[in-house]
């Protein structure tokens, strides 16, 4: 029943190391996100793909690279991670081009910590 | 830019007293606007939205109005609950080409003791 999900639910790693985080959406939905949750709680976007393609990359490091195999799936892989990289990763998904009435759905989130 | 402010919190309510929490926004275009909540450990849900200047969205006994004059969509509970206790996020997603970017406001936490 499980809408979009994530995995894992908890990642703890050590600098320099890379990781991935995976979601997938069995919504039928068109175009998936990647958002940052900081210690604050301040939610911002990384990238959205529509079908597979890559429509918004906010200024995110070239260390962090979104992968979307197919339109169900959306993987995000960090190299070398930071300290400053931990937060909660949040994947979301809408079901059309991500227009202002298309409303996203978000999954539970991953909490990486980096130490 | 775009940019959602929101009332700074935490905001501390006994159960069944009113609650407003207030959300301004700058945009260009006509920007669709949102209320998301995350219950402690949970992702974000959305809550209610409005797509148009004057609509209003409610849900669960919430609502928020449209309002384009004043640039506002305050969110509104006549009588909270304690399981309301959650942070609470205004968001906007611009008119035209925003390939569904949504700006959050910086979260509002309500804590609701019985």
């Known amino acids: 029943d499980t809408a979009v999900s994530q995995t894992p639910k908890y990642l703890v790693t050590q600098m320099g190391n890379d990781k991935s985080i995976k979601c997938e959406q069995n919504l039928g939905h068109d175009t998936m996100y990647w958002y940052k949750q900081d210690s604050k709680k301040f939610l911002k976007i990384m990238f959205s793909?529509?079908?597979?393609?890559?429509?918004i990359n906010e200024t995110v490091p070239n260390r962090f690279s979104p992968k979307s195999p197919d339109k169900a799936h959306l993987n995000l892989h960090i190299n070398s991670l930071e300290l400053g990289d931990s937060a909660v990763y949040f994947c979301?998904?809408?079901?059309?081009?991500?227009?202002?009435?298309?409303?996203?759905?978000f999954g539970p989130g991953t909490r990486l910590t980096v130490l | 830019g775009n940019s959602v402010t929101q009332m700074e919190g935490p905001v501390t309510l006994s159960e069944e007293a009113f609650l407003t929490i207030n959300c301004t926004y700058t945009a260009t275009g006509y920007p669709s606007l949102f209320w998301y909540v995350q219950y402690p450990g949970e992702g974000l849900q959305l809550l209610l939205k409005a797509t148009k200047a004057d609509d209003k969205g409610s849900n669960k006994g919430f609502e928020a109005t449209y309002r384009k004059e004043t640039t506002s969509f305050h969110l509104e509970k006549g009588s909270v609950q304690v399981s309301d206790s959650a942070v609470y996020f205004c968001a906007l997603i611009a008119g035209g080409t925003s390939y569904g970017k949504l700006t959050f406001g910086q979260g509002t936490i309500l804590t609701v003791h019985p």
């Open positions: 979301a998904s809408s079901p059309f081009s991500g227009g202002e009435t298309d409303t996203q759905y």
């Open positions: 793909y529509n079908n597979k393609e890559l429509i």
